[in-house]
């Protein structure tokens, strides 16, 4: 069985990271559709279940010190967004992996797999992210 929400988690981690790599080391907002796609709020102004788990994955990068942010804004933004060192440091770093493109940094890999839309590529490569960074920043 699938599971769906770890794929989404992989892909909306990846596009956060590629994203402020982008712009590093300036801060920017980041705005959760732009990640996860538009939001439907209901009756209430409570988010879509994929917007929320979105703005979850932003937090669960920023609790993991892959980003550091200055505030948030109804759920709706980060305030002030930027790559922490260690994020940094891991996405550009050429990654000697005999499952994933040799030589190629983690941003490269991540920004590649984004381009193909596959979920499987994806995960591949943010498993091996983030076991890298679990390894290395013990």
């Known amino acids: 069985m699938a599971n769906i929400h770890i794929d989404d988690f992989y892909k909306d981690a990846?596009?956060?990271?590629?994203?402020?790599?982008?712009?590093?080391?300036?801060?920017?907002?980041?705005?959760?559709?732009?990640?996860?796609?538009?939001d439907n709020p209901d009756e209430f102004g409570l988010h879509s279940e994929r917007h929320q788990a979105c703005f979850s994955t932003l937090l669960w990068l920023a609790e993991h010190n892959y980003l550091v942010y200055e505030e948030t804004h109804n759920q709706e933004t980060l305030e002030h967004a930027t790559l922490t060192h260690k994020a940094f440091v891991l996405l550009s770093t050429p990654q000697m992996n005999d499952q994933l493109a040799q030589g190629e940094s983690y941003h490269c890999q991540l920004q590649?797999?984004?381009?193909?839309?596959?979920s499987s590529k994806i995960a591949e490569v943010m498993q091996s992210l983030l076991l890298h960074s679990e390894k290395h920043h013990r």
């Open 112 to 118: 590649a797999a984004l381009k193909e839309k596959s």
């Open 14 to 38: 990846a596009k956060a990271l590629v994203m402020l790599y982008k712009y590093f080391p300036r801060k920017q907002i980041v705005y959760v559709e732009d990640i996860s796609g538009p």
